[in-house]
């Protein structure tokens, strides 16, 4: 995949720090908040400088959603009705694979 390849059919978006992360298949780039420069040129999802803890999961491609929570540090990803989280390095998953609701996700959501 190129970054030409990041023109449509984009699975998901994180705004975090200094840019965005824009996420397509099992692939990932990172520009700066204008969207007019690369930041980090396009890598798998799980290379060693994103999220290498999500390697062998579901969610190691097509993403429906990611989250960063400045509470925890944590990201959660989000894919079908499963939600999973790491830590804020990417390395470890720090909250198991649940359902989003009805599962330990968030419980609100479970009515």
């Known amino acids: 995949m190129t970054t030409q390849d990041f023109t449509e059919d984009i699975d998901t978006i994180l705004c975090i720090g200094n840019g965005y992360w824009i996420f397509k298949g099992n692939k990932c780039l990172k520009t700066n908040m204008n969207g007019d420069q690369i930041m980090v040129d396009e890598i798998d999802i799980t290379a060693t400088n994103a999220w290498p803890a999500l390697a062998g999961t579901i969610f190691e491609r097509d993403l429906d959603g990611i989250v960063f929570s400045n509470e925890s540090g944590y990201y959660w990803f989000l894919k079908g ?20 609701a009805g599962g330990g996700g968030w419980p609100i959501l479970n009515r």
């Open 81 to 100: 009705d499963s939600c999973i989280a790491t830590s804020g390095d990417g390395t470890q998953i720090v909250s198991a694979q649940r359902k989003i």
